[in-house]
């Protein structure tokens, strides 16, 4: 369906025609589910709060960036669109609000605005239920600059407002977020905050008010699903979710290795509608490296892992996210990645070249590994992975099942 059909029947169902009130609103997102899914939440709150959308960022009055600080490419490409909008604020003729959200507000703060002036609003995750009176506030005083960041967590109210905006028969359900892992070359737990679990019960009430709304297939997200601690664990989340009527498909996105169960891998086999795919973050197949990402497992431990989640989940596939280029990485090193992959024949890779981000325990061991060589075990492994997901007879490069 459109997009623009979509927001059209969204209104209807909270009673508002299109452009009856309030300001036009661009939303743009970049980075992981869980963005794309506060994307959503978002969208549902500002259309409660009288805004309405648009896919035009020409026609915008609102032009909002939901963004991802994970990697410093991502970062760049950002800003260059942004500045791009930016230059053209004075030339538009009316008021414009520019605001800069998510991953990205959480890690430049107020610096934002130096780098970027045109920017009247910068917004952190945890603070994105104040962004449509921040917008108002911003029309009000147009030289004002708005920063809102630093809350530990949200308002679980921002779930329940902008809950209803779902696009199509699938949807994210966020059943925890932030981080307590502290991967030495992550910046999340800095911009995402501390690990913390919605209730069981809300995330069930959620899923129920998706499926009346016609949504039939579920992701459950989280930086760390398998830390979830909201009243029950997450195989019991799991299954309290896969039981709840009119749920036909349902996945989940992120496990860390070092928390992934048997008990876990239990319930997916248990349950016909869960679909049978992990996604699984190795980053390294050489220890030494695995010790300095403090990832907390070694090849080993996670060559055990898989071996259990193949035998109790038959026929069940796996993904992966591996990064090259980690300080200090030598061929031997990068080797042990290769041969790694070789030997558990993901079905699919996500594969990312070292970056170094701000407040990480990495970015003080300096960036050593040369881009050239980076780039080489980029390839190396991008071909390898190629070659193996075409043996597994899956569509290559995109990590799509379907
Ligand atoms: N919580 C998830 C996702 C984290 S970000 C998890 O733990 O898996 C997604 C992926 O980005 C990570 O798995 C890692 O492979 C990659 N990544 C994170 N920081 C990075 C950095 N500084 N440079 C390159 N890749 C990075
Ligand atoms: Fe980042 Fe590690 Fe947490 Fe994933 S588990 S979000 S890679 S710190
Ligand atoms: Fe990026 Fe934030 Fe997700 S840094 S990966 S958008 S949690």
Redesign the pocket.
Known sequence: METSKIYKDLLERVGRSEGERGSKVYLRTFG?QMNVRDSQLLKGLLLQEGFSLTDREQDADVVIFNTCA??KHAEDRVFSILGGIGKRKERIGRPRVIALVGCMAEEWKERAFEKAGYLNIVCGPNDLYRLPLAIRNAFFSPDRRIVLVGSPSREEDFYRKGNWFVEGESAFVIVMEG?N?F?S????PYVRGRERSRPWQEVVSEVKKLVAQGVSKFTLLG??VNSYQGGVDFPDLLEKVAMVEGVKSLSFA?S?PKDATDRLFEVMARYPNIEKYLHL?L?SGSDRILKLMNRGYTFEDYRRKVDSYRQIVSGGKIST???VGFPTETEEDFQKTVEAVKSIGFDCA?I??????PF?K?SMMGDDVPLEAKERRHQILLSLQKEISLQKKDKFGGCDFS
């Open positions: 992981c994970v990697r981080c892992n991967c070359y992550c910046i999340v930086q760390n992120t860390h973050p980053q996210d591996l990064i996500y990312f070249k070292y970056s170094p981000r990480t990495a």
